[in-house]
């Protein structure tokens, strides 16, 4: 049995690579000409399968990949990626050597962080090349950009001689935004914050190759924010939206991943069963039941539970009873020539909205959901791998 069939066995996404370089393009358009296009690739690529999203990204000629811890960023130098990499998140810097071994661009959000990355630089006569975070209302990482006067220029003082440390070349300055995607007001208090930041940094003398601002929402709906690059996340992956996925959207974005599960089995059973733990869900007629292998060790929110359809033969079919660990059971008593062995689609474009409603969180989480036991099962050229 190859690899692929063994994948194609159970439970499975699909990551459609044709799909990702469609919606680059798509997205390469909306950002300012001259600004560089960053693909967030962390977390798995968002469950996507990181190293082969970032190798067809590579490809398609995105102009960096963003990661969020250092060790990602090793994972994909040992898989030869060249392009430049930046780690959004703040790291311990006892992973300083790797920074620099791995050409890896570390955002730095305070000076302490700096102090030891430049001490470790500067004794092993290496250049840890950083990006330097302001946070400007995000309130996680960054420097704080105060409001009265006196303090703004303490604060950029504090960043010019972070700039100034031996063994780093502070190359950027970025902000995160908190609420691009309802808080019109605060996004652009925000990006005139990370402008100032710029602008009493520059009055010091010192400018920065890179400014940047915004992710996947904050380029579509601010372009000021755009400066020299946009960070493509979520949309990379095909949703405009998080919560509403593309349903309001005319980008035509691709949806990347799509979950299938082949059915175990199909079981007649009589109205007046209970069905799975707990026994929250009784037939109220005699049924036909589809056993799906998937559960929530793949990924599948128990929170479903009674609360979900999957399509099966393209028709949607009701979630009954419990999610388990390893299996979950639909009703398919409308479609009667469903047998073990046929697909049931678990996750599509269509449904991400509905998966993220329903278990009351985004899509960002759907498509971080399967699991480490889940295949991912690449198409490319229209050629299917794993
Ligand atoms: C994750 C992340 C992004 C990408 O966010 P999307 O909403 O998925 O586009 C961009 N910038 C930073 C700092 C991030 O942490």
């Excluded at 990661?67 to 990626?81: D, H, M, Q, S």
């Excluded at 502070?170 to 995607?181: C, I």
């Excluded at 007001?185 to 915004?214: C, I, K, N, P, W």
């Excluded at 691709?254 to 007046?272: E, Q």
Aim: proline share 4%; hydrophobic share 45%.
């Amino acid at each position: 049995m190859t690899d692929l069939e063994l994948a194609l066995s159970r439970t499975w996404a699909e990551i459609n690579l044709d799909d990702l370089a469609v919606n680059m393009r798509i997205l390469r358009k909306t950002l300012t000409p001259s600004a560089k296009f960053l693909a967030v690739v962390k977390a798995n690529a968002y469950g996507h399968g990181m190293i082969r999203c970032a190798k067809k990204l590579q490809e398609c000629g995105v102009d960096w990949l963003a990661v969020a811890t250092v060790p990602e960023g090793v994972e994909l130098r040992k898989n030869g990626i060249t392009l430049p990499v930046l780690c959004l998140g703040q790291a311990d810097p006892g992973l300083a050597s790797l920074m620099a071994d791995y050409r890896i661009t570390q955002a730095v959000g305070d000076s302490s962080n700096a102090k030891a990355l430049s001490d470790y630089a500067q004794s092993a006569g290496k250049v840890i090349s950083i990006h330097i975070k302001v946070d400007t209302g995000m309130s996680r990482t960054g420097f704080w950009w105060p409001s009265d006067p006196d303090s703004k220029d303490l604060t950029a003082r504090e960043i010019f001689g972070v700039c100034n440390m031996p063994g780093l070349y502070a190359e950027g300055m970025f902000t995160h935004f908190a609420a691009a995607d309802g808080d019109s007001d605060f996004t652009r208090l925000q990006l005139s914050r990370l402008l100032e930041a710029r602008d009493y940094l520059r009055e010091m003398g010192r400018e920065f190759e890179l400014v940047h601002a915004a992710a996947s929402v904050g380029v579509l709906d601010y372009p000021a924010a755009h400066l020299d690059m946009g960070r493509f996340g979520l949309v990379l992956y095909g949703y405009a939206s998080t919560e509403t996925g593309n349903e309001e959207s005319k980008l035509g974005l691709h949806p990347v991943m799509t979950v299938k599960s082949r059915i175990t089995a199909v079981r007649t059973l009589p109205a007046g069963t209970t069905i799975s733990y707990g026994r929250t869900y009784t037939l109220r007629r005699d049924s036909v039941i589809a056993v799906i292998p998937a559960g929530y060790a793949d990924g599948v929110h128990r929170v479903l539970s009674n609360n979900y359809g999957v399509k099966i033969h393209g028709a949607a079919c009701p979630v009954l009873g419990r999610v388990c660990m390893d299996m979950m059971m639909a009703d398919v008593t409308a479609l009667p020539s469903v047998k073990a062995g046929d697909v049931a689609v678990l996750l599509d474009g269509e449904l991400a909205p509905i998966a993220a409603k329903n278990a009351g969180t985004i899509i960002h989480e759907i498509v971080c959901s399967p699991s480490a036991r889940v295949p991912r099962v690449y198409i490319d050229g229209g050629k299917m791998s794993v």
